[in-house]
């Protein structure tokens, strides 16, 4: 397992591919539905019907 950074907060990483095999998988785009994403400077969370969330965005869901 490796540190991937400083964290306050319990969080999630996730990669999602279009093969088990990893020396042919791809990485596909996994997008959410439903969601508040709090961005980077933002005092109010914007509501998202479906989208990929912004890198450093706090996500939760609606």
Do not use: K
């Not at 991937?4 to 999630?12: A, D, E, M, V």
């Not at 990893?22 to 969370?45: C, I, K």
């Amino acid at each position: 397992m490796c540190n991937s950074g400083n964290s306050t907060q319990p969080h999630l990483h996730l990669q999602v591919m279009d093969s088990a095999d990893l020396s042919v998988a791809q990485g596909v785009p996994l997008s959410f539905r439903s969601y508040r994403e709090w961005r980077p400077g933002a005092a109010d969370p914007a509501s998202v019907e479906m989208g990929i969330p912004g890198e450093r965005c706090v996500v939760a869901p609606m």
